[in-house]
């Protein structure tokens, strides 16, 4: 069971990444850095404590409030599809994987993500977005799985880091 302090911190966390994926709904060109950011504050219940239920909670409190408040749709889905989801099951590959299975089950599940976000713009659900020919989509694949390696690795050390500067609960 959660106390009042979790659900307090929770509800914080829950506000700041709609309030980081609004800005980058408005601001076109600080939509990618925002739901980035915005990703990172799933990570926070994971720190100290394996605080699972909190981080899903959080993450799906979230993910509805930036589907129903943020103006460009693409930024609450990539949100929801990859950097507000991936930090948590970032923790359950690492907790529960053996190390050398761990990267590609990543890019596994990126390229699953990947797969959907495909389909969603080839169905019409974003307009805005257009699938380029096949040549250009295959290289921008290739590019977003390195792209995503990067971001992996950064991340771990953004979390090393917050484990260590942030005051104990």
């Given at each position: 069971?959660?106390?009042?302090?979790?659900?307090?911190r929770?509800?914080?966390?829950?506000?700041?990444?709609?309030?980081?994926?609004?800005?980058?709904?408005?601001?076109?060109?600080?939509?990618?850095?925002?739901?980035?950011?915005?990703?990172?504050?799933?990570?926070?219940?994971?720190?100290?404590?394996?605080?699972?239920?909190?981080?899903?909670?959080?993450?799906?409190?979230?993910?509805?409030?930036?589907?129903?408040?943020?103006?460009?749709?693409?930024?609450?889905?990539?949100?929801?599809?990859?950097?507000?989801?991936?930090?948590?099951?970032?923790?359950?590959?690492?907790?529960?994987?053996?190390?050398?299975?761990?990267?590609?089950?990543?890019?596994?599940?990126?390229?699953?993500?990947?797969?959907?976000?495909?389909?969603l713009v080839?169905?019409?659900?974003?307009?805005?977005?257009?699938?380029?020919?096949?040549?250009?989509?295959?290289?921008?694949?290739?590019?977003?799985?390195?792209?995503?390696?990067?971001?992996?690795?950064?991340l771990?050390?953004?979390?090393?880091?917050?484990?260590?500067?942030?005051?104990?609960?």
């Amino acid at each position: 069971m959660m106390n009042a302090k979790e659900i307090a911190r929770g509800g914080l966390l829950a506000a700041a990444a709609v309030a980081l994926l609004y800005i980058g709904g408005a601001a076109p060109y600080f939509g990618p850095a925002a739901c980035i950011v915005a990703g990172v504050t799933s990570a926070v219940p994971l720190l100290r404590r394996a605080r699972l239920r909190m981080a899903l909670l959080m993450y799906a409190a979230a993910s509805i409030l930036g589907l129903l408040i943020v103006p460009r749709k693409s930024v609450a889905a990539a949100y929801v599809l990859l950097t507000g989801l991936y930090p948590i099951v970032k923790f359950g590959v690492e907790c529960y994987l053996p190390r050398h299975v761990q990267t590609g089950v990543k890019l596994v599940y990126f390229n699953l993500v990947l797969a959907v976000a495909g389909a969603l713009v080839a169905f019409g659900l974003f307009p805005q977005i257009v699938l380029p020919g096949f040549a250009r989509l295959a290289m921008l694949w290739f590019v977003a799985n390195v792209v995503f390696i990067i971001y992996d690795v950064a991340l771990s050390r953004l979390i090393a880091l917050l484990r260590r500067s942030l005051p104990p609960d």
